[in-house]
Nanobody, 125 residues
Framework: QVQLVESGGGLVQAGGSLRLSCAASGRTFSRLTMGWFRQAPGKEREFVAG????????NYADSVKGRFTISRDNAKSTVYLQMNSLKPEDTAVYYC??????????????????WGQGTQVNVSS
């Protein structure tokens, strides 16, 4: 089982930036496909971004493309989500997720077997 711990959430004004981090343990990190999801109040959890084992392949939800960047540092067993040009509609709890499956560009939550506890991001207008 993989343990995931997110950090970096907080309150930011619209147009600002935040960087989320997710530290992993319990399994060889370089063999985990990683993803970020988010859940806004009253809404279902949705895919935000995904990244392959080595970091060469990434994909994004249309709503964040061009503003968010997912990256990873396998030496530190950490995945990041750089969020720029934040909007009030980005307000949500952000979750880190891990999959033992090879990267396929999947956006399905069911493909990710391990989840962090989430970190709150609030964007004020």
């Amino acid at each position: 089982q993989v343990q995931l711990v997110e950090s970096g959430g907080g309150l930011v004004q619209a147009g600002g930036s935040l960087r989320l981090s997710c530290a992993a343990s319990g399994r060889t990190f370089s063999r985990l496909t990683m993803g970020w999801f988010r859940q806004a109040p009253g809404k279902e959890r949705e895919f935000v971004a995904g990244i392959s084992w080595g970091g060469a392949l990434t994909n994004y939800a249309d709503s964040v493309k061009g503003r968010f960047t997912i990256s990873r540092d396998n030496a530190k067993s950490t995945v990041y989500l750089q969020m720029n040009s934040l909007k009030p509609e980005d307000t949500a709890v952000y979750y880190c997720a891990a999959s033992v499956r090879a990267y396929s560009g999947s956006r399905s939550q069911t493909d990710f077997g391990s989840w962090g506890q989430g970190t709150q991001v609030n964007v004020s207008s």
